[in-house]
C-alpha cells in the first residue's frame, strides 16, 4: 500500500481514505474505513475517464454483477456510489497475498493445500454460475488468500452468462495464459472458460510457472489456441486434476462441482490456513489493518509474530503500517489490476508489472545419470546453427541453458529437450550473461544498459543504466560490471541503483576480465593475468597480486579462500590477500603453453588442469587423488565442468569433451567433436551443455 498523492480523494462516501492499494489504466483502488471502523477497498474510476460511456457501463455492470454473487468465496460489495461525479465502489477488504504473490514469496503449494485451493475456487465458480454470471477473468492476481481460505476478487469483465460482449470492435478482454481459447477468439463465452481459468490458475499454484507463457502476447495466445500446457513442474499426483479443465473444448470440460469433488482435500484442510509460513504472513497482513484503522478487537485472534510492534513495545508510525499491508493483495483489479489486456490487433498495448516482482525458480528434475564407459549419448538432438560461434560459455539456469544466439541477441533453450524457450534480441551478448539467485537472467545491451529477465520466461524486469562493458559476477543481492571507462560497478537487484562505481587497483584493459564473488570479495582477473579484489559492499581495494596467469582465468572462492591458476596453483586467503599455498605446474610455463588453468571446487576438492593432466587436491593444496590424463587441451583453458560423480573437461583440438570420474582414475569417456571453433561447457542438474562451432548439444553425466 501506498500513502495518499496529490489529486487523492480524502473521502469517498462514508469512507475515509487511509492509503492507495492499487493502481491501473482505468481506475485505482483505495483502502478506506467508515465511521465504525469497517475496512473496504473502495475502487474509483480515473477522472479523465468518466465521459466514457463504455467504461461507464462496464463500472456499473461490475457493481451490479458482484452484488449478485452471495457466495462466502468472493469479495462482499459493501456499497456504490455510481452516479456521483467520481462514482466508486466499496467492496470488503481482505488482508492477505494474492495467490501469485504468496507462490513467488513461499514457493508452489504443496499436495495438500492445492487441493483445498482447487476445492475451495471450484465452489466459488459454481456459486458465481449458480447467480447466471461468468467471472470471465480468473488469474492468480485475483484470488486473495486469507485466513478463512481463497476468496475471488474483480467482477470487472464478469456478466451474464448469456450476455453478449460490450467491448468495442475488434477488441477482447483477456488475460494471456489466463484466459480460455473461446475468449482468445472473441466467441461467445460460458461458465466452462472459467474453468479452463481455473485449470491454468492450479497450474501455477502447483508448479510456481504459468502453463502457457512465452515473450510475446501474440505467442502466448497462439499456444491457448492451438498449443499444449507446459505441465512439466506440476506433480504428476495432481495433474489429473488439471488437465480437464484445459481442454480445447469447452463442452469437454468438467463442472466447477466436479472439480471440487476430484480434488479430495485432506480432513479438516481448514487447518492448512492456520499454520506454516503462509498462514503467519496472512495473519500480520490481518494485524496490521486493525491496527491501521485503530480497532484491534476486529478479525480474530492475534498473530504468532507481531512485526508491526516496535522492538521496544511501542505502537509503529502510519507509515509502517502501511508499507505491512504492502501487496496485501486487494488490487481489485481497477479497470484490470494494471494485469488485464484489452487486445485490439496488433496494437494491443501491454501493461507492464512491478520489474522487481519475480517469479520464484523453477525447478528443476536432475537428468538420468548415464554410464561411466562408451560414448554418452546425447540427451536430446544436437541443435546445429542455434548459437554464435563466439558465444560465451553456456549459462544453465534451472529450467534453461542461455547462450548468444546466431544472428545476435541472446537465447534459452529448454534443458529438457531443447526447444528455444525465449530470445532476447537486444542483448548484446559479447558483454556477457550472468544468473541472478537463478530467477533472472542479467545481461546488457549495446548502449550498456542493463537488463534483465525472468529466466524460466523471458519476461523482462528491470534496467539499470550502468554503462556495463562486460558483466563479471552476481549475487542474490548485487550485479558487479566493468563499465566502458574501465571502472568496477555495483547494481542493486533490488531498486537497480548503483550502489557504487570504483577505479580498480590495477587497469582491466586489454581484453575481457573475469571474476566471482564470495567471501565478501569480488575478485577480477584481468586480460593481463593480474588478479585485483575489492570489497564487494563498497569496492574499496582489499589486495591486488600481480603476473599470476599470461591471460584472464577465472578465480574460484569456497570458504575463505580464494583459488587462482596460471603460472603457479594458488591458495589466497581472502581477507588480507596473504599467499596460503602455490604449487608448481608439471611443466614450466613456455609461451603460455603451459600452467595451471583456471581450478573449480566441487565437494572440498579443488580441480584443475596441470598441463595435460587433470589434478585433485584438497584446500590445504595435498592431492587428493590420482591425476588423470587429457588428450588435446591447450590455452586458453576452461574451468573444469563438475556434474555428479564425474569432472568433464572441454579439449580444444579435435578429440570432443572428456570425462574422467571424480576419484581420478584414467579418462573414462569422450563425447567426439570436431571444428573446435567456440568450444566450451557448463553443467546443471546432471546434464552437461556444450557448444561446440554454434552447435548446442546436452549430454548425461554419471
Known amino acids: 500500500m501506498k500513502p495518499l498523492g496529490p489529486g487523492d480523494p480524502l473521502r469517498l462516501g462514508p469512507y475515509r481514505v487511509v492509503g492507495v492499494l492499487g493502481e491501473g489504466g482505468m481506475g485505482k483502488v483505495y483502502f478506506g474505513r467508515d465511521a465504525a471502523g469497517t475496512p473496504a477497498a473502495v475502487k474509483v474510476l480515473l477522472p479523465e475517464l468518466a465521459d466514457d460511456e463504455h467504461l461507464a457501463e462496464r463500472f456499473v455492470r461490475e457493481a451490479q454483477t458482484a452484488r449478485a454473487v452471495t457466495s462466502e468465496g468472493v469479495a462482499r460489495v459493501l456499497g456504490a456510489d455510481l452516479e456521483s461525479g467520481r462514482p466508486w465502489i466499496a467492496t470488503e477488504f481482505l488482508a492477505g497475498p494474492t495467490l501469485d504473490d504468496a507462490v513467488q514469496r513461499h514457493g508452489p503449494f504443496g499436495d495438500a493445500l492445492l487441493r483445498e485451493v482447487a476445492r475451495s475456487l471450484a465452489c466459488t465458480l459454481r456459486d458465481i454460475h449458480a447467480a447466471g454470471l461468468v467471472h470471465r477473468d480468473l488469474k492468480p492476481s485475483n484470488v486473495v488468500l486469507t485466513s478463512r481460505g481463497p476468496r475471488v476478487i474483480d467482477f470487472g469483465i464478469a456478466r451474464p452468462e448469456h450476455g453478449l460482449t460490450l467491448t468495442r470492435t475488434g477488441q477482447i478482454p483477456v488475460t494471456p495464459g489466463y484466459g480460455a481459447p473461446e475468449q482468445v477468439l472473441g466467441r461467445r463465452v460460458g461458465p466452462a472458460a472459467d474453468v479452463f481459468s481455473l485449470g491454468t490458475v492450479l497450474a501455477f499454484a502447483a508448479g510456481g510457472r504459468p502453463a502457457y507463457a512465452g515473450t510475446e502476447v501474440a505467442a502466448v495466445l497462439y499456444e491457448v489456441v492451438h498449443g499444449s500446457p507446459d505441465l512439466e513442474w506440476v506433480p504428476g499426483a495432481l495433474r489429473y486434476l488439471l488437465e480437464p479443465c484445459l481442454a480445447k473444448d469447452p463442452a469437454a470440460r468438467p463442472l466447477p462441482a466436479q472439480v471440487a469433488d476430484a480434488a479430495q482435500p485432506p480432513h479438516r484442510a481448514e487447518r492448512l490456513w492456520k499454520t506454516g509460513p503462509l498462514a503467519d504472513e496472512i495473519r500480520e497482513r490481518e494485524a496490521a489493518a486493525r491496527r491501521l484503522i485503530g480497532d484491534a478487537k476486529r478479525a480474530g485472534p492475534p498473530p504468532r509474530r507481531e512485526p508491526a510492534t516496535g522492538a521496544d513495545g511501542s505502537r509503529p508510525s502510519r507509515r509502517r503500517l502501511l508499507i505491512a499491508l504492502a501487496g496485501g493483495g486487494t488490487l481489485l483489479a481497477a479497470g484490470g489490476g494494471g494485469a488485464a489486456w484489452w487486445l485490439s490487433g496488433a496494437d494491443a498495448p501491454s501493461v507492464p508489472s512491478d520489474p522487481f516482482d519475480v517469479p520464484p525458480a523453477a525447478a528443476l528434475r536432475p537428468a538420468a545419470l548415464g554410464t561411466d564407459t562408451g560414448t554418452p549419448q546425447p540427451l536430446w538432438a544436437p541443435l546445429p546453427g542455434v548459437a554464435d560461434v563466439g558465444s560465451p560459455p553456456p549459462l544453465p539456469v534451472r529450467d534453461v541453458v542461455v547462450f548468444a544466439a546466431a544472428g545476435g541477441g541472446i537465447a534459452a533453450h529448454r534443458v529438457t529437450n531443447g526447444k528455444q524457450r525465449w530470445r532476447a534480441g537486444d542483448a548484446h551478448a559479447d558483454a556477457g550473461y550472468l544468473s541472478i539467485a537463478d530467477r533472472l537472467v542479467a545481461t546488457a545491451d549495446a548502449d550498456g544498459v ?36 574501465g571502472a568496477l560497478r555495483c547494481v542493486a537487484t533490488a531498486d537497480a541503483r548503483v550502489r557504487w562505481t570504483r577505479r580498480p587497483a590495477l587497469a582491466l584493459t586489454g581484453g575481457r576480465p573475469v571474476a566471482a564473488v564470495g567471501a565478501g570479495l569480488l575478485v577480477v582477473c584481468g586480460a593481463s593475468g593480474d588478479v585485483v579484489a575489492v570489497r564487494a559492499r563498497d569496492g574499496a581495494r582489499a589486495w591486488v597480486r600481480k603476473g599470476q596467469a599470461a591471460a584472464a582465468l577465472p578465480p574460484a572462492i569456497d570458504g575463505g579462500s580464494v583459488f587462482l591458476g596460471g603460472h603457479t596453483l594458488a591458495a589466497i ?26 581450478p573449480t571446487v566441487a565437494g572440498g576438492v579443488v580441480c584443475t588442469l596441470d598441463s595435460e593432466a587433470l589434478r585433485f587436491l584438497h ?5 587428493a587423488s590420482t591425476a588423470a590424463i587429457v588428450a588435446g587441451v591447450t590455452p586458453p583453458w576452461q574451468p573444469p565442468v563438475v556434474q555428479a560423480g564425474s569432472v568433464w573437461v572441454v579439449e580444444s583440438q579435435d578429440t570432443g569433451v572428456s570425462g574422467v570420474p571424480r576419484a581420478g582414475r584414467s579418462v573414462a569417456q569422450t563425447y567426439p567433436l570436431t571444428g573446435g571453433q567456440g568450444r566450451s561447457a557448463a553443467g546443471e542438474g546432471n546434464r552437461l551443455f556444450v557448444l561446440n562451432s554454434g552447435t548446442l548439444v546436452a549430454l548425461p553425466v554419471f
Open 619 to 623: 584446500p590445504d593444496g595435498e592431492e
Open 450 to 485: 542493463l537488463r534483465t529477465y525472468v529466466a524460466s520466461t523471458g519476461a523482462p524486469r528491470w534496467t539499470a543504466e550502468a554503462k556495463a562493458s562486460a558483466l563479471l559476477a552476481a549475487d542474490a543481492d548485487h550485479v558487479y560490471v566493468l563499465t566502458s571507462e
Open 573 to 598: 586467503r581472502a581477507s588480507d590477500g596473504k599467499e596460503l599455498w602455490s604449487r608448481d605446474p608439471f611443466r614450466p610455463v613456455r609461451r603460455g603453453a603451459y600452467g595451471w588453468g583456471p
